[in-house]
């Protein structure tokens, strides 16, 4: 079973911010508009994901290709991302220490609740995983580092929601009205619930909300060095974890995983 596309936004463009370059954040959308699944897109694909004319489009794929962060399939006439953006992003998860960390804790989970493990951190509506690991005994997920989970649906996402300021949680749940009103109260109950389920029992849930058949739980922390909250999500098919079994077993190893994380991280 594979994720949905997760929702996305073309980065906010403050109208009064001098300072803010548009054509960069436009070249940066295009470049974040690729998903784990996509093999090559085009230009049509790629405007309508950034909800940009299409001659933008043109004009930033073609600078893009230039500089090595694109690669131009001339057989097919779309794009597929270049070797500078895998240089870009395998230097960050190298230095990345939080992972080497909690890699290990996570197996250890994944193993005991024949499930998938996960470290993730927010994308604009995604949350993008960084680590992942699994039980062998799972046979019907396949998530992997790169992956992306809708933000307001899924036990990683509402996680997230949960440890960051009231000011900034005000802030991105406004931009997911703005994204989709009409979706907006259904979303709205589910991140309330899910707030609620962090405050009392210390993690979210996403029971059948991200996907039908798939539950999980999730609990942030942080992780220093001025990065900003990340989570850790346990999950899989709904038939081998059922919510009673991730509440009462899984939720006190996760929370005590967390704890011990953060103690090796603030060593």
């Known amino acids: 079973m594979s994720a949905p596309p997760a929702s996305r936004s073309p980065s906010p463009r403050p109208k009064e911010d001098r300072h803010f370059v548009t054509a960069l954040a436009r070249g940066l959308d295009v470049l974040a508009c690729f998903r784990s699944g996509d093999k090559a897109l085009g230009n049509q694909e790629i405007a309508q994901r950034c909800k940009l004319p299409k001659s933008t489009v043109s004009r930033l794929t073609y600078t893009l290709t230039r500089l090595g962060y694109l690669i131009h399939v001339e057989d097919i006439g779309k794009y597929r991302l270049g070797t500078a953006t895998l240089s870009l992003g395998s230097t960050m998860l190298v230095r990345l220490d939080v992972r080497q960390t909690a890699r290990p804790l996570m197996q250890e989970l994944a193993d005991f609740a024949k499930a998938e493990v996960s470290l993730g951190t927010r994308d604009r509506f995604s ?125 006190p190893r996760l929370v005590e995983m967390v704890s011990r994380i953060e103690s090796a991280l603030y060593r």
Not at 200 to 218: H, P, T, Y
Request: glycine share 8%.
């Open 127 to 251: 949350m993008i995983y960084v680590e992942n690991c699994r039980s062998s005994a799972l046979l019907t997920l396949s998530l992997d580092v790169g992956s992306r989970i809708a933000l307001a649906s899924s036990a990683i996402g509402r996680a997230w929601l949960a440890a960051i300021s009231e000011d900034e949680r005000r802030a991105v749940l406004e931009q997911l009205r703005a994204h989709d009103e009409q979706a907006w109260p259904e979303v709205q109950a589910g991140i309330d619930k899910a707030l609620q389920d962090y405050r009392s029992l210390g993690v979210a849930c996403s029971f059948g909300e991200w996907q039908r058949n798939v539950n999980a739980i999730a609990r942030a922390f942080q992780p220093g060095g001025g990065l900003p909250p990340m989570v850790i999500n346990c999950g899989g098919p709904s038939f081998n974890l059922p919510p009673e079994f991730l509440l009462n077993e899984v939720r």
